[in-house]
């Protein structure tokens, strides 16, 4: 079971006008399980360690397009819905991803939004590993372990 959590500086961001959801490049970064989020007190990307280090993936991640957002009257929930993303060829092992607003590439520019631990290592030996959004906005992670 994948467990989720904002970082508690994104309310704030999104309150002001900070972070657009759908407006803004967000982006996707996978991190190993030595992450430990602090909710509180990580509020850019700079303060994320562990990121993961492999052949196919770029750090800093990747962007997240076609995003939309959607309102669901009977959960009384909105959601954000994007493409998957897909890191091709790749040779990495990830327990979790950040999402994040990025900001031209300053680490300390980068407004944290979301953590999602996928709950086990999930890993690609010279093959894809896929962040896939659900269209309710859940998320779901594969790999051909």
Excluded: C, Q
């Amino acid at each position: 079971m994948m467990r989720s959590d904002f970082y508690h500086t994104f309310f704030y961001d999104n309150l002001v006008g900070n972070v657009r959801l759908v407006e803004d490049d967000l982006y996707v970064m996978l991190v190993t399980d030595e992450y430990k989020p602090d909710f509180d007190e990580h509020k850019r990307r700079k303060d994320v360690t562990y990121e993961v280090k492999g052949e196919g993936y770029e750090a800093g991640g990747k962007l997240l397009v076609n995003k939309t957002a959607n309102y669901d009257s009977i959960e009384g929930a909105g959601f954000l819905d994007a493409d998957d993303v897909v890191w091709e060829n790749s040779d990495i092992t990830a327990h979790a991803a950040v999402i994040y607003k990025r900001r031209g590439g300053n680490k300390a520019a980068d407004e944290l939004i979301l953590y999602v631990d996928f709950g086990k290592a999930f890993v690609s030996m010279n093959g894809p590993l896929a962040v896939r959004w659900d269209d309710d906005g859940e998320f779901a992670v594969s790999a051909p372990n």
